[in-house]
Each structure stands twice: as C-alpha cells, then as structure tokens.
C-alpha cells in the first residue's frame, strides 16, 4: 500500500486517500495525538484512543504500516540519530563506544538498529517524514544542540524518545546523561593539586548543554580551589581536533603564562597537545593537560593523556534498555546521570 494522501483505484476510479490530518478533523484532536494512537502510545486515553480509531473506520484511514500498529504490532526498528557530519561520527571514539552499547542491546533484544545523520533542514525534514510513517517504533538521539526542533517534533509525533546528553538542566524529554560538571570539577582540582595556577579551559560548543556543563565544573573547581575567575583563560572549541589546535594557539597568545588546560574531550585536547608542541612547550613539564572520554586517543597519545573517564558504552546501553521499556508501555525513571572518573596518565 502507497502513503497517506496518494491515490487509490476503487471499481477503476481514482479516490483520493484520506490523510493524517483529516483523521485529526473527525477526532477532534491533534495530529501529533493520532500518530500517538497509531503508533500504541501508552501516553493516550481510552476516550481519545476511541475517537481517533473510529474516525480511523468511518474515514478508511488505514495504510498497512497504521493497521499493523493499531492491532499491536511493531516494526521491531529503531532509529539512532546522529545529528553530526560523517567527519566527526568516525573519528570521534565517542560515537562508536555510543553506537556499540546501542547496538549490543538492540541485538539481545532482537531489534533492528538504523543508524541516521542528520546534517542539514532538508535531512531533518525527510527524516520526521520518515518518522511520521511509523517506520520505527522509537528513537535514540544523541549530539543535540540547544536549539535543535527534532526531539520536540519527535514527541509530538507520539514517537518513544530517549537522547544522550539533554539541552538544559530542566529537559523534559527522557535522557542519559553523564557528570558533566563534576568532570570539570574533578580535572581543575587535579591540576590545582599538582601546583599548577594559571589553568586555561578548551570548551566544547557552548550551545550544546555537556559545553556549558563542563565549562561550569571548570568555574566550579576553580572557585573552590580560591582561584580568580580569568575569562582570557576561557577559549571555546568544536570538539574537532582542529578546534583544539585553534582554541589552544589562541589561549597561548592571550596568556602565554598559563601552565594547565583542561580541554573538554580528548580529541579537541590532541589539537591542543599539538598546538602545544609547535609552541616549543613541554607536556608535563611546561603546561599539563587533562581531556575528557578516557578514549583510545587518550591512551596513544605521547604522553598518555590524564582524563575525565565516562562509562560511554554502557550509556548507550542504557539508553536502548529505557528505550525498549517506554516501546513496551512500562517507562522508568526518565533521567540517568552516570558519574566521571578521573584516570591519571603521565600528561599532568
């Protein structure tokens, strides 16, 4: 069967096929309220869910994707959605440690894991045309921006959403999150610890929550510490290892006396480390540096990399676990935060 507002032949005359929003018309509801109806959302009345499957009926409203899921049934798929460029999604060891947690516990569950980038308005609109289909039972979304419409649309659509990370500190949709600002926290103090007194900060891009939250564990750490709040200390990434050359060669030219940065991943602080290097200054010996993610890039660097370790993998997932459970009508605690580890290596 053809989508919603094509045309079908009945007794060889074209009819016109009855769409979302007229179904919406006859129920007097909202369209977001009938995908929820068709899509089995537990978050529906009897009363409206009635009202809906009649108008449903009485207007021959029933595509199979829709039949299928008003009697029950699922598509057993469900969406990550990665809304970065291809770039970033495979040199990031973030991403693929996300992707594996997904992946391992879709496949326990015998689910089809489908993995989107949505890049641009264009793909963002395609996909929520996708969504509205009812192709997927659910989604999982990670890397939001502050202004990012998807996860609101997605809700209203009726569609099960869990995201990795959240928007701000009051996010309304279910999320899996990790310690962000007491990653912050626990890196200043480890440089003030080590003596180290002018600490610079690479932040990641400050519309996206986890920046702002690392960027407030760094103030945080420094104010208990009774340090002085220096904004010239402050230079703000990308997250992109050429982000963190960039921020640290700025920092470097604005206070060329600090002697500690505390960059927000790991890839952005290799940028920094090799910012660092072509500046003739000496890690640790010089200006000592501490990452985020305990990733492989950690690990390789030269010295290793001191960093902020998050359980990345299992945050994933947990992510699919709450996920499965909201498809399945029996939604948990909508909010996970997992705690950061400081693990030590020989850059600080």
Known sequence: MSDEGSTASVNGRQNSRPTLEQVAARAGVGRGTVSR????????????RAAVAR???????????????????????????????????????????LIRGV???????????????????????????????????????????????????????GIPLVMNGRRSEAEPVPYVDSDNVGAGRAAVAHLVGRGRRRIATVTGPLDM????????????????????????????????????????RELLERRPGLDAVFVASDVMAAGARAALREAGRRIPEDVALVGV??????????????????????????????????????PEDPRRVFPTELVVRGSC
């Not at 029933?62 to 990665?82: C, E, F, H, M, Y």
């Not at 939250?213 to 050429?242: K, N, Q």
């Open 103 to 157: 992946s391992a516990e879709l496949a326990e569950a015998d689910k089809q894991l489908l993995l989107t980038l949505v890049r641009t308005e264009q793909e963002r609109q395609r996909f929520e045309q996708y969504l509205a289909a009812q192709r997927v039972d659910g989604v999982l979304l990670s890397s939001v921006h502050g202004d990012d419409p998807l996860p609101d649309r997605i809700r209203e659509l």
């Open 37 to 48: 109806v068709i899509n089995g959302s537990p978050r529906v009345s009897e009363q409206t």
């Open 209 to 248: 929550y986890v920046a702002r939250a690392r960027l407030g564990g760094y103030r945080a750490g420094l104010a208990e510490a009774g340090h002085d709040p220096d904004e010239g200390l402050v230079a703000a990434g990308d997250f992109t290892e050429a982000g963190g050359r960039a921020a640290m």
């Open 55 to 97: 108008a449903v009926a009485e207007l021959g409203y029933v595509p199979n994707q829709a039949a299928r899921a008003l009697a029950g049934s699922r598509t057993d798929a469900v969406a990550l959605v990665i809304p970065e460029a291809e770039g970033r999604l495979f040199a990031e060891p973030y991403f693929l440690d």
């Open 293 to 330: 993610d305990d990733s492989p890039v950690a690990r390789l660097m030269d010295p290793p990399l001191t960093s902020v370790r998050q359980p990345t993998e299992e945050m994933g997932r947990t992510m699919a676990r709450m996920l499965l459970r909201d498809i399945a009508g029996s």
